[in-house]
């Protein structure tokens, strides 16, 4: 193997197109580029240099790599079509399990999970992107990492269950505080307040969890207990009866949590 | 009125202190600091040049502004004692109305509310704090903004109604979010997932708000309705019944929120 390390990438869309941009700009060779449609896999074929293709029968095998970021229901129509059973390939999703490559009769094979919300025109930083890595062998993890560490520092080993766990424990964090911004929003909509104003303090609430654990850092009425201000926004939220049990039921986590700490 | 301006505190705790300092090092006289504790008094005073003083009766009429910043349950014990019912008065609570100061027969009173969580040793950067301000005459209002603007370019005239209604909206966005990162610490201590992992994308999640509305960088599991996933989801929370139920709550509180904006 020499220095220059040869990938193909199986997808053409925002994790496939933020990845190879960012391997071809740390002088990998992209080798090909498949999507279904040839404009798309053209489009980013172009920007790294490698050949657009939209069949898999024409796949090269002469790569050490190939990266599957496709969307989740997909990863498995591609492997059955994938032409070499021997190669190293690896999907990109948090939630599919290792065990679809298995099952599809593949040997060398891992899981190289950048753990980030990926939006088409935003340039993604992925020296601060964990990257979450599976491998069905230690030869093949090496392998994976070697790539990983090109682009990040930030490499942890995960299997299969705990990715699942961790894609839960994502949904929490972000899925459901975004829903909580969303709420916040509305609130602020339905009377004339500007919602910028809640801006810094949603940054600094998110920027406290650096240092500390949640726990420690929680704020607010259901932390002190303060039953007279909690009643008192419970009735503000009388005619938005999904909110007012969001709030009860929220409100009674953190009393809880509090409860277990002491 | 010469170009000094001249403020005595009431309170020397998390949000005096900040404050005091804020506004000695933009050249405003301190003129006392009042504290139960005299111990507090003092520590306060010694850091912006004032008298430390642990009696109201011993308030000196001769400051322009008086900001009380105590507990929200002191602050009419607080004005009940207050020597002065003519000066200008403000205190910087969310959630207590104006209508305290009309109550205990003050003339000159207002809000001066800066909407961020103040943690004792870290440095706050004022210029990014948004200030809400009410007062109960325009000339009042001009005195209170004029003292702000020397601390933050981020004045909103906000009404007690209105302020009421963001510190709910403040809870959802932030303690409630917070909560939400609380969820997930423990989902990945309980199965030795490293937090870490999950601090890129809670950062990412927020920052995304600067620019966005929340409903439009929705992402995850519930934003597309892949029922698949939710199911999984909820059996790993099988027994974690309150869990289990916020999932299912916010899961179905971001499904309507797509199905108004469609």
Known sequence: MNSTKTVSFIGAGNVATHLAKALYKNKFLIKQVFSKSFTNANSLAKKVNAQPIDLLTQ?????????????????????????????????????????????????????????????????????????????????????????????????????????QLLHLAAVFACNFSNNMYQIAFEICNQHQIDFDILKPLIKETASKIEKYNPLEVQTGPAKRNDK????????????????????????????QSLVHKS
Chains 1, 2 share one sequence.
């Open 228 to 255: 007279k201000t909690i009643q008192k926004h419970l009735s503000l939220l009388e005619n938005q009866k999904n909110y007012q049990e969001i709030y009860r039921l929220i409100t009674e986590s953190i009393v």
């Open 59 to 163: 796949l090269s095998p002469n790569a050490e790599i190939y990266i599957i970021a496709v969307p989740d229901d997909a990863i498995e129509k591609v492997l059955k079509q994938f032409p070499f059973k021997n190669k190293l390939v690896v999907h990109t999703s948090g939630s599919v399990g290792v065990d679809v490559f298995s099952k599809n009769g593949f040997s060398n094979f891992g899981i190289f999970y950048p753990l980030q919300t990926f939006s088409k025109n935003k340039i993604v930083d992925f020296t601060k992107v964990p990257f979450c890595l599976e491998a069905n062998t230690k030869t093949n993890l090496k392998s994976i990492e070697a790539v990983a560490k090109y682009l990040s520092d930030k490499i942890y080993p995960i299997n299969s269950e705990q990715r």
